[in-house]
């Protein structure tokens, strides 16, 4: 989850003064802005914060969950679909849902919870209820069985991510944790008592809810896959061309699912640029006019986005980034996940 780069205007993160104005912005506006994406991008090489921060938090949060669900699902005897069902389920008001409820917490369409909840009904880990004032409805709420294997999955969780916030470090993890308190009191306090578990435990359950809804939010605003999103932004926020290999590397994703989003945004959407590189073999990748416009727009709505999930003011973003994206020592992702997330 984790902070959000800059702060949002017209301008685009370019200005710490600015202000939040409409969340559409104009062509003539990403027009100007456009000429100034490389030098900034210079400019930011040598000052506190990341070269690519939307695309360093963003692929920071991917991993993250990438992580956890291997956990979940390797060392314990839930996937992390059940977990986190039985989470909300154990920590929403009432202890009990509906399906709806459930799916719409979860951001996870209700053919899927439902599966999954037959499955855990099944094994006697949630049992159907009935709520007195809705007889129709099917509501669901955790077993003692289902509780205990809750338990047990968190302790998991707490113990098998400790190496991960140990190498974040003390302050980086204080802010990420009161990011997830800031999701939940702000996103849904029905949950607020997943506040009373440690910090690990409910953080990985409200990262894994930010993650998706955002990449809900591409998909019916934008009709963008999470990957192309990702290409976009790399690229934006780097500022110069790049190869196939180039971005699955910054990105931590193989070579053909890059590929297969080039393929996409150049030749569906118009967004990008196949162009001959230094060597006779080599394909390096850049923004059209039209495709820097649109991911102009998707950074400033996206950070706009955030900052009203977080419930933060821009100066507040701004910090946040310097701490867990400096640039005069290794940042989180770097130490953490051990190659460069900043390198120019």
């Known amino acids: 989850m984790g902070p959000v780069a800059r702060n949002m205007s017209f301008e685009l993160f370019y200005r710490p003064d600015a202000h939040f104005g409409s969340p559409w912005i104009s062509a003539s506006t990403t027009a100007q802005c456009a000429p100034r994406l490389k030098p900034i991008a210079e400019q930011r090489r ?20 990438k992580m956890v669900e291997d956990i979940v699902s390797g060392e314990t005897d839930l996937t ?8 909300l389920l154990e920590h929403i008001d009432g202890t009990k849902a509906r399906i709806r409820m459930l799916a719409d917490g979860l951001v996870l369409s209700s053919s899927t919870v439902s599966d999954a909840v037959k499955l855990l009904e099944q094994r006697g880990l949630v049992r159907k209820v009935e709520c007195g004032n809705d007889l129709k409805a099917v509501w669901v709420a955790p077993t003692d069985r289902g509780r205990a294997l809750l338990s047990h999955c968190n302790d998991v969780i707490l113990a098998e991510t400790q190496e991960y916030w140990d190498v974040v470090g003390a302050a980086v993890s204080d802010t990420y944790f009161e990011n997830g308190r800031r999701l939940i009191e702000h996103g849904d306090p029905r949950i607020a008592s997943a506040l009373n578990e440690p910090g690990p435990v409910f953080y990985s359950f409200i990262s894994r809810r930010y993650l998706l809804s955002y990449v809900s939010w591409f998909k019916s605003t934008y009709n963008l896959s999470l990957i192309d999103v990702r290409v976009l932004m790399l690229l934006l926020e780097r500022g110069k061309r790049l190869t196939c ?8 994703i193989s070579n053909s699912a890059v590929s297969n989003a080039v393929r996409r945004l150049g030749r569906l959407r118009r967004y990008i640029d196949r162009m001959p590189g230094k060597s006779l073999h080599e394909v390096v990748i850049d923004l059209t006019d039209e495709g ?11 950070a706009q986005f955030n900052q009203e999930q977080f419930g933060m003011t821009a100066e507040e973003f701004q910090s946040m980034l310097r701490t867990v994206q400096p640039r005069r020592r290794k940042s989180y992702l770097q130490r953490v996940f051990g190659e460069s997330f900043a390198d120019s």
């Not at 290999?245 to 931590?252: C, G």
């Open 292 to 302: 820097r416009e649109r991911i102009l727009e998707i950074r400033a709505r996206f």
């Open 46 to 65: 040598g000052s506190l914060e990341s070269v690519a921060p939307i695309s360093d938090l963003i692929t920071g949060t991917v991993l993250y969950n």
């Open 80 to 87: 992390l679909t059940e977990h986190r069902i039985l989470f």
């Open 245 to 252: 290999t180039e971005i699955a590397h910054l990105l931590r």
